[in-house]
């Protein structure tokens, strides 16, 4: 699908918004030109769409800083991308990778400068800098607490991934974030003690409702099969069990 197919598509199933992810378009890394940005946002328009959020790919788990500051860049580059698309949140990650004689405290530490930085040039475009946690190296909720709360930016969020939550019991970690999250991703799995199974989307929706959470869900399908069956089944299933709340 071209990211045209695919907002016919949310607008057929009665969703509000589309996510328009950096690295889907053609020529990512590089920046898109305006002309590109300002059709898909015409697109939507007519189909009574937002764009909620942009995303692209970065490593602030590597020790070399030069690297770093080149995805640091990239960040700042999309950040005006999703400004002009209109987008309220850019997914960034922290990163995974080897760190060498450097402590997971070591690497939090330039991690935390790095989001700092990330953050400011999120203030300056009006869309904040959201870290969704990706079973990479901020693997437990009370960790992602601890950078959020250390980073300590409006500017800088959470986007809640249910699927990458994978140590534990993940019903218990999604409720500990659900407070701090900007913006929340369903999938079709969770793991437990990192065993996949099918989301209870009960349990979700009812996290939701005690969070008082009003914004924007996406809906993600990893597995094999129809993906356009498969979201519209896990929206339909999530909105029957929200609405019995």
């Known amino acids: 699908m071209t990211f045209f197919d695919m907002m016919g598509f949310a607008s057929e199933l009665g969703l509000n918004a589309v996510d328009l992810t950096g690295y889907y378009f053609s020529d990512y890394p590089k920046i898109p030109d305006d002309k590109t940005l300002f059709q898909l946002k015409k697109k939507a328009l007519q189909l009574g769409l937002n764009i909620s959020w942009t995303g692209v790919k970065n490593n602030f788990v590597i020790p070399e800083k030069t690297s770093r500051e080149s995805d640091i860049q990239l960040i700042r580059n999309w950040l005006q991308v999703s400004s002009k698309l209109g987008a309220s949140i850019m997914r960034i990650f922290a990163g995974n990778g080897k760190h060498e004689g450097y402590s997971r405290e070591e690497v939090k530490k330039w991690m935390v400068l790095d989001f700092q930085e990330c953050a400011k040039y999120a203030e300056e475009t009006g869309v904040i800098a959201g870290l969704q946690p990706h079973n990479d190296f901020l693997y437990e909720a009370d960790e992602v607490i601890d950078i959020l709360k ?34 929340w991703f369903i999938k079709e799995l969770v793991y437990v003690d990192g065993i996949a199974e099918p989301v209870n989307m009960k349990k979700i929706a009812k996290i939701l409702k005690e969070a008082n959470y009003t914004g924007y869900i996406s809906f993600e399908s990893l597995t094999d099969g129809d993906p356009k069956q498969i979201v519209t089944s896990m929206f339909n299933d999530f909105r029957t069990e929200y609405d019995k709340l």
């Open 150 to 183: 250390r980073v300590d930016s409006e500017w800088f969020g959470l986007i809640l991934d249910i699927g990458s939550l994978r140590r534990g019991d993940p019903y218990r970690e999604i409720q500990k974030l659900a407070p701090y999250s900007n913006y």
